[in-house]
């Protein structure tokens, strides 16, 4: 948030990763999972590795912002983050606009764009493996 106001507010807050909540309040599976929280999507993703190898969330709907690029997170992370599921751009009329694999020309754009991840059906991958 430095990047955009010098004018700060801190305030302490309890975390703890997806893969731990589920377990701890007993959840199997989550339908539908909103992640907004201003460019740590990927952290919120990467706390959730457990749920997502096993394909427990059936709908992922998360966020791509500029601040993204300056934490240095980009598209090829969501990719990586994500086996198992296939990425979509949601597009302002509502459409999913799939992405098959990953491409940094037709991937890594530096806009904010909103994307959903469904779990492939047969479990498979993907995308290439971004190097």
């Given at each position: 948030m430095g990047l955009f106001t010098g004018d700060i507010v801190s305030h302490a807050v309890e975390c703890t990763t997806i893969d731990a909540f589920m377990t701890e309040a007993g959840i199997r599976e989550i339908a539908f999972l909103k992640i907004d929280t201003e460019s740590f999507d990927i952290d919120v993703l990467r706390g959730a590795a457990g749920a997502i190898s096993r394909r427990a969330i059936r709908?992922?709907?998360?966020?791509?912002?500029?601040?993204?690029?300056?934490?240095?997170?980009?598209?090829?992370?969501?990719?990586?983050?994500?086996?198992?599921?296939?990425?979509?751009?949601?597009?302002?009329?509502?459409?999913?606009?799939?992405?098959?694999?990953?491409?940094?020309?037709?991937?890594?754009?530096?806009?904010?764009?909103?994307?959903?991840?469904?779990?492939?059906?047969?479990?498979?991958?993907?995308?290439?493996?971004?190097?």
């Open positions: 709908m992922i709907q998360f966020e791509f912002i500029p601040a993204n690029v300056a934490r240095r997170i980009f598209m090829r992370d969501f990719f990586a983050a994500l086996p198992g599921y296939r990425l979509h751009r949601m597009c302002l009329n509502g459409a999913l606009m799939k992405l098959a694999e990953y491409d940094v020309k037709t991937c890594e754009i530096f806009v904010t764009h909103n994307l959903v991840a469904l779990p492939l059906e047969d479990g498979g991958s993907h995308h290439r493996s971004p190097d």
